[in-house]
């Protein structure tokens, strides 16, 4: 499976950015996906995560209310809607994908990130 993300670029403070993760390959293996966020000097962390079906999705406590992730598996595609941008949501935003094979192995992968940059 390979990932790649788009849609990152700069934004103010208050403004919105939609990012994209593009899934390519074995992509019938994939199960939960999910959104992380690495600002410099910070630990990646989990920013949103939705399950296969789309039908239960998490949020940070940080960007709930104003990140909204879903995805279209007919398009092997899952999305970030960033709404009300702050200063603090600046980081390299990175897709995951979990993901199982009809042998019981299991993996995780991951894209290659996308930068956001947002100005106050």
């Known amino acids: 499976v390979q990932l790649v993300e788009s849609g990152g670029g700069l934004a103010q403070a208050g403004g919105s950015l939609r990012l994209s993760c593009a899934a390519s390959g074995s992509t019938f293996d994939i199960n939960a996906m999910g959104w992380y966020r690495q600002a410099p000097g910070k630990q990646r962390e989990l920013v949103a995560g939705i399950t296969s079906g789309g039908d239960s999705t998490k949020y940070a406590d940080s960007v709930k209310g104003r990140f909204t992730i879903s995805r279209d598996n007919a398009k092997n595609t899952m999305y970030l809607q960033m709404n009300s941008l702050k200063a603090e949501d600046a980081a390299v935003y990175c897709c995951?994908?979990?993901?199982?094979?009809?042998?019981?192995?299991?993996?995780?992968?991951w894209g290659q990130g996308t930068q956001v940059t947002v100005s106050s």
């Open positions: 995951n994908a979990y993901a199982e094979d009809d042998r019981g192995g299991v993996y995780d992968y």
